[in-house]
T-cell receptor
Framework: AQKVTQAQTEISVVEKEDVTLDCVYE???????LFWYKQPPSGELVFLIRRNSFDEQNEISGRYSWNFQKSTSSFNFTITASQVVDSAVYFCALRGTVEYGNKLVFGAGTILRVKS | DAGVTQSPTHLIKTRGQQVTLRCSPISGHKSVSWYQQVLGQGPQFIFQ???????GRGNFPDRFSARQFPNYSSELNVNALLLGDSALYLC??????????????FGDGTRLSIL
């Protein structure tokens, strides 16, 4: 089965704190792709990052960084020096290449609240 | 350039009615996917269309159907509406039918409420 688990339902932090959002996935495909999306109150899903299963390099983009560990099937997302504008629901998603075709499977999401 | 546009923004229907939701992809994108997002959950895949053909279908009943037009826009139809169909319906577009390594670009969604 193809599955994404985001165990943290809701996280609250104070502005400027660092915060890590956890994502654990399951798939039988050997080639697959992982994504993170941000969903602000407006509802639109905003693409943040894509990572393929062959590339385990961590990535940093400004205050955002991602830690992909194939050995533990995890793809965690860290926001450094959080800001109020980071408040949103964050989704981790998985797309395989064989088992489920083109379907994008999402986790349940983590609500991030950043307080000033 | 315009992003993915969906209409209407909000819709209220009663049980048993039928509804049609519309989506226009990003210019140049030929693939459209539909997702249902129930409050408090992640989006669930309903359909993918590419070049007017269905390329993927999620675990939804036959009451759900869709189609894609020659200009790549798409409609999602839901018949015999149930209370459980209340959700945010998201449309996403991608350049081609091979989605695996492509990020999908989402619209703002249509919020459907069933009374």
């Amino acid at each position: 089965a193809q599955k994404v688990t985001q165990a943290q339902t809701e996280i609250s932090v104070v502005e400027k704190e660092d915060v890590t959002l956890d994502c654990v996935y399951e798939t039988r495909d050997t080639t697959y792709y992982l994504f993170w999306y941000k969903q602000p109150p407006s509802g639109e899903l905003v693409f943040l990052i894509r990572r393929n299963s062959f590339d385990e390099q961590n990535e940093i983009s400004g205050r955002y960084s991602w830690n992909f560990q194939k050995s533990t099937s995890s793809f965690n997302f860290t926001i450094t020096a959080s800001q109020v504008v980071d408040s949103a629901v964050y989704f981790c998603a998985l797309r395989g290449t064989v088992e489920y075709g083109n379907k994008l499977v999402f986790g349940a999401g983590t609500i991030l609240r950043v307080k000033s | 350039d315009a992003g993915v546009t969906q209409s209407p923004t909000h819709l209220i229907k009663t049980r048993g009615q039928q509804v049609t939701l519309r989506c226009s992809p990003i210019s140049g994108h030929k693939s459209v996917s539909w997702y249902q997002q129930v409050l408090g959950q992640g989006p669930q895949f309903i359909f993918q269309y590419y070049e007017k053909e269905e390329r993927g279908r999620g675990n939804f009943p036959d009451r759900f159907s869709a189609r894609q037009f020659p200009n790549y826009s798409s409609e999602l139809n839901v018949n015999a509406l149930l209370l459980g169909d209340s959700a945010l319906y998201l449309c996403a577009s991608s350049p081609s039918g091979q989605l695996s390594n492509q990020p999908q670009h989402f619209g703002d969604g249509t919020r459907l409420s069933i009374l």
